[in-house]
């Protein structure tokens, strides 16, 4: 993509999912890429693919909630490409289970992961962004919109950081900032997440009868980073659920009440010895899952985008 080329970009969540995914993208997109997260396992894989495009990778292992790191891997970041142009933020965690079965302790991480940690990265890296120029792209969710029930905390950490996002963003504008924000909020991706969840039930959740490509979602990031669009839903199901809940309440909480049964009779074990709350899980694996799907109304659209650029 000529617009983004030899920009350099920092993905957070960069071990697996749609993080992992985007590390490629922005890489055949002809951008440079700085690749975040807690373990070195996934990131070396991700670094694989991106030179693998004949584009520069940089590991640097952080905690988006340890703010020093961060602070740490942005300077590293700047240091060995020069500048940074794109920050864009993957990271996020989860806890499985009904609220007061989830312990306390997991449910503030998963904020402090998702929410928190997002923060963490924008202070650090926005000083940058002014500099260059640059821009600010967001995985965040349909559940920053609408409930998510038996994940309740993500949700809540995904309403916090589309309203600090959003915020933000009209404060740049007010200031007359070149820096701009973009947000993706896609419904179920099929990603690793599914298997390593923290649970507080002892089993999985079941999975959804069909999820989101994370490479899909995953070009979206990248034309979100050279055509910035404050908010975009990824996907007809994801829009559907948006209107259903926000015009016709009872029957969105009637489909979402069906969606906390559905997810909680999961039989699958929770593995004990995996905790991708607190451990590092990240194997550098995109997918994980063989049912997978394209947007059907992106792929409408795309004609339509077509003509627009020409």
């Known amino acids: ?125 926005l000083p940058e962004l002014e500099r260059s120029a640059g821009t600010i792209v967001a995985v965040g969710s349909l559940m920053s919109k609408v409930p998510l029930p038996t994940f309740s905390s993500y949700a809540a950490a995904k309403h916090a950081e589309r309203g600090f996002l959003n915020s933000l963003a009209v404060e740049l504008k007010a200031s007359r900032s070149p820096v701009t924000i973009s947000q993706i909020h896609p419904g179920a991706i099929n990603t690793p997440v599914w298997d390593n969840t923290k649970s507080a039930t002892g089993f999985l959740p079941r999975r959804p009868p069909e999820n989101y490509s994370p490479h899909a979602v995953a070009q979206v990031l990248v034309e979100r980073a050279a055509d910035p669009r404050p908010e975009s839903m990824f996907g007809g199901e994801a829009r559907a659920i948006e209107w259903l809940f926000n015009n016709m309440r009872p029957a969105g909480e009637l489909l979402l009440s069906v969606v906390h049964h559905y997810y909680l009779s999961g039989r699958r074990p929770a593995v004990s010895d995996v905790n991708a709350l607190w451990d590092s899980v990240g194997k550098g694996v995109a997918a994980n899952g063989s049912f997978q799907r394209p947007s059907l109304t992106r792929l409408a659209g795309a004609p339509l985008r077509a003509l627009s650029r020409n």
């Open 1 to 125: 993509m000529e617009a983004l080329q030899g920009k350099s970009v920092l993905i957070t969540g960069a071990s697996s999912g749609v993080g992992f995914a985007a590390a490629e993208a922005f890489a055949k997109a002809g951008c440079d890429v700085a690749l975040m997260a807690r373990g070195r396992e996934g990131l070396q894989k991700a670094a694989k693919r991106v030179r693998a495009h004949g584009r520069r990778a940089l590991v640097t292992p952080a905690d988006v909630t340890d703010r020093k790191a961060v602070q740490g891997a942005v300077d590293h970041v700047v240091r060995d490409f020069g500048s940074l142009d794109i920050l864009v933020l993957c990271a996020a965690g989860t806890v499985f289970g009904p609220f007061l079965e989830v312990d306390p302790d997991d449910f503030d991480r998963v904020t402090e992961t998702t929410y928190t940690g997002a923060v963490n990265c924008v202070r650090s890296a």
